[in-house]
Nanobody, 128 residues
Framework: QVQLVESGGGLVQAGGSLRLSCAAS????????MGWFRQAPGKEREFVTA????????SYADSVKGRFAISRDNAKHMMYLQMNSLKPEDTAVYYC?????????????????????WGQGTQVTVSS
């Protein structure tokens, strides 16, 4: 089992920045990939970004490319999401996710069903 805990959410004005953190514990050494997803009220959970835990390869949703940056600290079992130039449409609950599974098709790491472990979520609100 892997436990995930997010932190760093809050209220920020449009154009501002926030940094989210995700702490992994338990069998954190077995993680293959981690990701960030978000869910706005009345909408489905959507992919934001993902990172390969060992190689560091990343992928981003088009809506956040150039504004958000994912990173990880393997030694501390931490993952981060630096969010810059925030927009009101970025308002959502942000979830940290992890999986131990190695997929031949990286597409699955952009899908919620590609992950086995989830954090409780942290609210990000961007005011206009």
């Amino acid at each position: 089992q892997v436990q995930l805990v997010e932190s760093g959410g809050g209220l920020v004005q449009a154009g501002g920045s926030l940094r989210l953190s995700c702490a992994a514990s338990g069998r954190a050494f077995s993680i293959y990939a981690m990701g960030w997803f978000r869910q706005a009220p009345g909408k489905e959970r959507e992919f934001v970004t993902a990172i390969n835990w060992s190689g560091g390869g990343t992928s981003y949703a088009d809506s956040v490319k150039g504004r958000f940056a994912i990173s990880r600290d393997n030694a501390k079992h931490m993952m981060y999401l630096q969010m810059n130039s925030l927009k009101p449409e970025d308002t959502a609950v942000y979830y940290c996710a992890a999986t131990e599974r190695v997929r031949s098709n990286s597409y699955y790491y952009t899908r919620p069903e590609g992950y086995d472990y989830w954090g409780q979520g942290t609210q990000v609100t961007v005011s206009s």
